[in-house]
């Protein structure tokens, strides 16, 4: 095998194990890069989502509640769960936060737009198997879009609560005018009735991510053709197109051309070997003059 074929061989071997391995280091990065920003969205959102429940409950509700007691009209707006539905609902008006979606998804819920769906009851199921479990998160499709998940469970822990949650005789009469005695009843304390759930998009981030990587990727790849390009040119000149030379010479001096010359030679590993050549032609024509004038 030539020299040349054995060097571009090696170098494109090199160059292939090269950007394997970068490429599955990279896409490994940006896909945790990637995973990173849309958790910390969704724990954001999260946050937000909870600080609203916060003050509602603590703020609005004790200003509504007693209308709703006195058997008034029962003011939705007081409710957590509402309130924080209304307030994503205003937030996906803007575009950009569109498939942006929050939900205290319960199997048992006061207002059935709260139901859970079949995927979302398998996480609250989850949540009462498992009860160390604080959070899932994952992806799922929802009408063709990838979305990303953050599930927590939701627990009743206070006993107030109960009051409009565990049975119809017990609930507000306004409650019941608006929202029927037959559903989001029979909750008890402890209980883990829903999962408390956001969604972000996830597609963009994880789209822009491979982009990234395939940028990143192709830089690479004009890099390495460079060096291959750039190798190849030099060994040829400097090197065996040299030893060629040499070569051809050598076989002329083998054939008794005396007078074939290496020519100007760099002064390099090469330039020595034309050298050592050259002494030995000398040494060669010594010892043939030696040879015709005593043929003895
Ligand atoms: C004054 C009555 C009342 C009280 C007190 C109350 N809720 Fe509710 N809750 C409701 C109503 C009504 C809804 C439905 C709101 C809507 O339209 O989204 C609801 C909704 C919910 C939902 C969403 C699922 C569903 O049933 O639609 C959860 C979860 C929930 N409440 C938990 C709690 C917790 C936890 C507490 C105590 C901190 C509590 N509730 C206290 C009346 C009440």
Redesign the pocket.
Known sequence: MKIGTKVNIILIIVFIGGILISGTALSNVMQTKAENEVTTKALTLMQVANSVRKYT?DRI?PLL?PK?EAGEQ?I?E?????AT?EVFEILRKNKQFGNFLYK?A?L????????ADAFESQIVQRFRKEAGLTSVSGFRTISGEDLFYSARP?K???A??L???STPAE??KS?LA??GSQ??FG?KLNDI??TQIIYVPAEQIFANAHRATFLVLGVLAIIFTAIIITVNILLRKAVLARIKRIAHVAEQVSVGDMNASFGKQDKDEIGALAEAFNRMKYSLEIALNMLSNNPK
Not at 78 to 82: H, K
């Open positions: 409950n509700q509640l709703a029962f939705a007081s409710i957590p769960t509402y539905r205290d319960t048992n819920p006061t207002n059935l737009r709260d139901k939701f009743i822990e206070d107030t609560c009051r409009c949650h609930a507000p409650q608006t929202y559903n989001g909750w009735v829903a």
